[in-house]
């Protein structure tokens, strides 16, 4: 079966700082990656997304970047963290390896509560 | 890029009663329509879908529409129990990436 893993589950960073936060999947290849956002109270801002190795789609422009570097990892950074990057985010995957007709099912990791100080 | 709407974004019911939640898009491609439960401090899960050929579906208590002409889908919990209570989020689906809608903080009064 598929799980999926996120890690840390939380995390205190000073303004400033940098960031890294990983997300691994396993039992399944070649998935659809995803990095959401979720402000307290609020909705989930869909931040990048991954359909390959090394393909990143950013719907978001601000001061974080993801990466691809193996088929089943996903990584979340930044150079200089804002106190707005506070939140939880959440890393998913799905496979649409059937065509257009699959469905696209996000499936979460467990989220990392983020606090910039 | 896609827009999903989605109201109330609170709603609180008595035990018992139904709840509806509603929501339009904006993307006349979009052809997949999943909902998921948050629960506090939890990841978001899957409860029910829908694909844009299909008008209706039902789980149980949990019922699902959709009207592709208008744009629009609902998501019809009956018979709510307290433990309905959660953000529900609606989602306009594609093939490579999803939109959610804003999201509404169900509370069933016991």
């Known amino acids: 079966s598929q799980t999926i893993h996120q890690w840390p589950a939380t995390l205190v960073q000073p303004v400033g700082s940098p960031l890294s936060l990983e997300c691994t999947v396993e039992?399944?290849?070649?998935?659809?990656l995803y990095w959401y956002r979720q402000a307290a109270g609020r909705g989930l801002q869909l931040l990048f997304y991954s359909v390959g190795i090394g393909q990143i789609s950013s719907e978001v422009p601000q001061n974080l970047s993801a990466s691809r570097p193996q088929d089943r990892q996903f990584i979340l950074s930044s150079k200089k963290l804002l106190l707005s990057d506070s939140g939880f985010y959440l890393c998913a995957w799905s496979v649409t390896s059937g065509g257009v007709l699959a469905k696209n099912i996000q499936y979460f990791g467990a989220g990392t509560r983020l606090s910039v100080l | 890029g896609e827009n999903v709407e989605q109201h109330p974004s609170t709603l609180s019911v008595q035990e018992g009663d139904s709840a509806v939640i509603k929501c339009t898009y904006s993307d006349s491609a979009s052809n997949y329509f999943p909902w998921y439960k948050q629960e506090l401090g939890k990841r978001p899960q899957l409860i029910i879908d829908i694909r844009s050929n299909v008008g209706e579906k039902k789980d149980q208590r949990i019922a699902v529409t959709l009207n592709k002409t208008a744009k629009h889908f609902s998501l019809h919990i009956t018979e709510t129990q307290p433990e309905d209570s959660a953000v529900y989020f609606c989602v306009s689906g594609g093939y490579q990436k999803v939109t959610f809608g804003t999201g509404t903080k169900l509370q069933v009064i016991p």
């Open positions: 039992g399944t290849s070649n998935p659809n």
